[in-house]
């Protein structure tokens, strides 16, 4: 299969969902996430007319954010972030999902510069029972975002979340529709309007968008298996 064939399969995955839980054809954003992948990946991808990538290495996002800098693209950063590469991806980004503490929020509201647009950034939430390690819980949740609403440059966009590995189309949805009453919740105590929720990749795309993902990011299922 080619990157445009299973990108084609990918977004009819996507439309076929949407259509299945009675949501608007379009409300679901697809996040090619091309971590890893070399610039002919996304070269194919945006052939195909593919426009947001995901990346989580700045090191390895960079060159291919300076090589399609003419080209419009949009790009999200996904990964674990290190305080001291804070200026670069607010520099270069246009979107951040994985900010999950203060001093990051603060350090990206600083450095973003000022004649950008504003960045767009999820809060990364770790529910219980994930893998991953990284990620606020419910509680953090309510200070970081107070926080975060005073910071200029940046606007809060919503809810990211990576659950741990489920086969269980039923148990995915559970987790994932928690971090949609998550959200829901926060938005109501503290007034906020937050409306994305980062949820979704290639194993359990379905799931999420049953439980109200607004972007997906599918890596293995557009690019392939990565080493
Ligand atoms: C790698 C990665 C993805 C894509 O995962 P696939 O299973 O390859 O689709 C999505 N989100 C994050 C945060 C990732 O690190």
Redesign the pocket.
Known sequence: MSIAENLIRVLARISHAEHKNGRNHGSVRL?A?S?TKPIDAVQAAVDAGQRCF?E?YLQDALPKIEYFRDQNLEWHF??PIQSNKTRSIAESFDWV??VDRLKIAQRLSEQRPEELPDLNICIQVNLSGEASKSGLTADELVDLLKACTLLKRIQIRGL?L?PAANTNFEQQKQVFQQLANLLQRMNQQLGLKMDTLSMG???DLEAAIAAGSTIV???????G??Q
Not at 217 to 223: A, K, P, V
Request: aromatic fraction near 4%.
């Open positions: 996040l996430v971590k995901g989580n996904i990964g999902h994985s990211m990576i990749m290639s194993a990011r599918i890596g293995t299922d557009i690019f298996a990565r």
